[in-house]
């Protein structure tokens, strides 16, 4: 297992948990067997021609682009349990850190791991809760003839979703409060921000009381959209293209929503206030 800290603005940072490969012979969970499952179905509805299954993933796909790339990051954590806590406490397991050495301070690539740990675990445990009270009112809709029950898929899902990313931000706090990480700033990582931002200033940890107060530094892009595919080339993580697109897809989207509202001239709003609640406003359920 290998993380990976890529800022990607000079106050927001991307966080992914490369997993170790499963072995194939290893058993297959309920869990990880019901999502390939959805995963195939997924895969075969997006193949069809036209029809609502093509809607469906039309949406769909609209919608999980909007889910929070912080959840995300925490789901690619992979669940814990106390068994495997004690072997890799007794082992003392490190687990490899990855980051810029040249944009991001040395010190502040635990605290960024930290506040995603542990800021988002209350808000996850509060959706998580709502989707599951939510499921059963929507097995109704599968009255309704030819189309499934969607209503009862979504909400299942993020139910899951929501429970994976607490699962996540578990694991992760357990490997900080141990101390079981390696921090390893690389050559190709250093040249890759080099080449894509080398004008740009450096990543600032920013707490929630200077944006609030306004004593904050502005933030400013450092990897630009379209830069998802050389990252995932550098590092050789295929998966962190996704990762990393979505990211700053929502980050631009933002960005544009706080100047509308800059431009309309709202009284009262706090300087960085906006992109702190822009964030709790646009977080699915």
Same mark, same amino acid.
């Not at 998802?228 to 962190?240: I, M, N, Q, R, Y």
């Given at each position: 297992m290998r993380i990976f800290v890529l800022p990607l603005t000079t106050r927001q940072a991307l966080i992914y948990c490369q997993r170790a490969e499963q072995k194939t012979t290893a058993k297959a969970g309920i869990a990880d067997r019901v999502t390939r499952k959805a995963a195939q179905l997924w895969a075969d509805w997006e193949a069809a021609d036209k029809g609502w299954k093509k809607q469906i993933v039309k949406y769909g796909n609209q919608g999980l682009q909007r889910i929070p790339y912080q959840e995300w990051a925490l789901k690619s954590f992979p669940p814990s349990n106390p068994k495997l806590q004690a072997e890799e406490i007794a082992a003392n397991k490190k687990y490899d850190v990855t980051y810029p050495g040249n944009v991001i301070r040395k010190d502040d690539v635990p605290k960024v791991m930290a506040r995603l740990a542990r800021e988002r675990k209350q808000l996850h445990w509060n959706r998580f809760v709502a989707s599951l009270v939510a499921m059963p009112f929507t097995i109704p809709f599968a009255l309704v003839p030819i189309i499934p029950n969607i209503p009862f898929f979504y909400a299942a899902y993020r139910c899951w979703s929501h429970w994976r990313a607490l699962k996540g931000s578990d694991h992760l706090d357990f490997i900080l409060d141990h101390r079981l990480y390696r921090l390893l700033s690389t050559p190709e990582i250093e040249d890759l921000y080099e080449q894509i931002a080398p004008d740009a200033p450096d990543f600032t940890f920013v707490t929630r009381i200077?944006?609030?107060?306004?004593?904050?530094?502005?933030?400013?892009?450092?990897?630009?959209?379209?830069?998802?595919?050389?990252?995932?080339?550098?590092?050789?993580?295929?998966?962190?293209?996704?990762?990393? +697109?979505? =990211?700053?897809?929502?980050? /631009?989207?933002?960005? &544009? @929503? +706080?100047? =509308?509202?800059?431009?309309? /001239?709202?009284?009262? &709003? @706090?300087?960085?206030?906006?992109?702190?609640?822009?964030?709790?406003?646009?977080?699915?359920?």
């Open positions: 200077q944006v609030l107060d306004g004593s904050a530094p502005p933030e400013q892009i450092l990897l630009p959209l379209g830069s998802h595919s050389l990252v995932a080339k550098v590092t050789g993580v295929p998966e962190l293209s996704n990762e990393v +697109e979505r =990211a700053l897809w929502q980050i /631009g989207r933002q960005s &544009e @929503q +706080e100047k =509308a509202q800059e431009a309309q /001239g709202q009284p009262g &709003e @706090q300087p960085g206030k906006g992109a702190e609640e822009s964030d709790k406003g646009s977080t699915p359920r």
